[in-house]
C-alpha cells in the first residue's frame, strides 16, 4: 500500500495525558499536512510542512499542540494534557508541493480518532 | 479564504445522475475549485477541480458557470459506494492548505 498510513488508528487517553500521532507521507511527496476533524464538521487545518520547514503553525489550537518533521519523511502530532475538548479524528494528508498552488491534490490518510476521557 | 456554499444534504436514486451544486459568489481569478468527498470512517478523497473550463476524470465532470461563481460536481451514475459528504473547495496559489466547509451529504437509494 503506497497511501499515507496513519498510527495508531483509535487512541482512548485521560485526561491530563500527552499522546502522540505517527503519519507517513506518500514517499515522493514533501507536503504534510495536519487536519482536525469533529463530529459532523469538516476538517479544520493546524499546520503543514514543506519538507522538514514548518511553513505554517498559527493554527494549531494551542500551546499545547506541537508536530515535527525532524528528516522531511514522516511526521509526529503531540498533544500535550490532553483535555475532553481534544476528542476528535485527526487527519494527515501530503502533496507533492511543486509549487503549483491552486492545483495541488492533497491524499488524506485514515485519520487517528482521539478519545480523551 | 473565498467562501463556498452547499446544500446540506441530496438524495439520489442508484444509477441515476446527481448534480451536486457549489456557490462560490466571491471567488477570484486565481482560485481554482475543487471537490473531495468523505466516505463513512475515512479520510477525504479528491474528486476533481477545474479552473475556467469544464472538466472531466473517471470520477466525475465539473461544470463550471462562465462567470465562475458557482460549479456542479456531477457523477454520472449513482452508486452506492457514492454515498458520501461532497466538499466543494476553493484553492489558490498563494495557500495550499483545504479550508473545509460542512458540505453535502449525500445519500443513495438502492
Known amino acids: 500500500d503506497t497511501g499515507v498510513s496513519q498510527d495508531p488508528r483509535h487512541k482512548i487517553t485521560k485526561r491530563g495525558q500527552n499522546v502522540t500521532f505517527r503519519c507517513d507521507p506518500i514517499?515522493?511527496?514533501?507536503?504534510l499536512y495536519w487536519y482536525r476533524q469533529t463530529l459532523g464538521q469538516g476538517p479544520e487545518f493546524l499546520t503543514y510542512?514543506?519538507?522538514?520547514?514548518?511553513?505554517?503553525k498559527s493554527r494549531l489550537l494551542s500551546d499545547r499542540f506541537s508536530a515535527e518533521r525532524p528528516k522531511g519523511s514522516f511526521s509526529t502530532l503531540e498533544i500535550q494534557r490532553t483535555e475532553q475538548g481534544d476528542s476528535a479524528m485527526y487527519l494527515c494528508?501530503?502533496?507533492?508541493?511543486?509549487?503549483?498552488?491552486?492545483?495541488?491534490?492533497?491524499?488524506f490518510g485514515p485519520g487517528t480518532r482521539l478519545l480523551v476521557l | 479564504d473565498a467562501k463556498t456554499t452547499q446544500p446540506n444534504s441530496m438524495e439520489s436514486n442508484e444509477e441515476e445522475p446527481v448534480h451536486l451544486p457549489c456557490n462560490h459568489s466571491?471567488?477570484?481569478?486565481?482560485?481554482?475549485i475543487h471537490w473531495y468527498r468523505q466516505l463513512p470512517s475515512q479520510g477525504p478523497e479528491y474528486v476533481i477541480h477545474g479552473l475556467t473550463s469544464n472538466v472531466n476524470n473517471r470520477m466525475a465532470s465539473l461544470a463550471i458557470a462562465e462567470d465562475r461563481k458557482s460549479s456542479t460536481l456531477i457523477l454520472h451514475r449513482a452508486t452506492l459506494r457514492d454515498a458520501a459528504v461532497y466538499y466543494c473547495?476553493?484553492?489558490?496559489?498563494?495557500?495550499?492548505?483545504?479550508?473545509f466547509g460542512k458540505g453535502t451529504r449525500l445519500s443513495v437509494i438502492a
Open positions: 514517499s515522493e511527496h514533501n507536503r
Open positions: 473547495i476553493l484553492l489558490y496559489s498563494g495557500n495550499t492548505p483545504l479550508v
Open positions: 466571491t471567488i477570484s481569478g486565481t482560485d481554482y
Open positions: 510542512f514543506q519538507n522538514e520547514a514548518q511553513l505554517e
Open positions: 494528508a501530503s502533496s507533492l508541493g511543486l509549487g503549483v498552488g491552486g492545483r495541488e491534490t492533497q491524499y
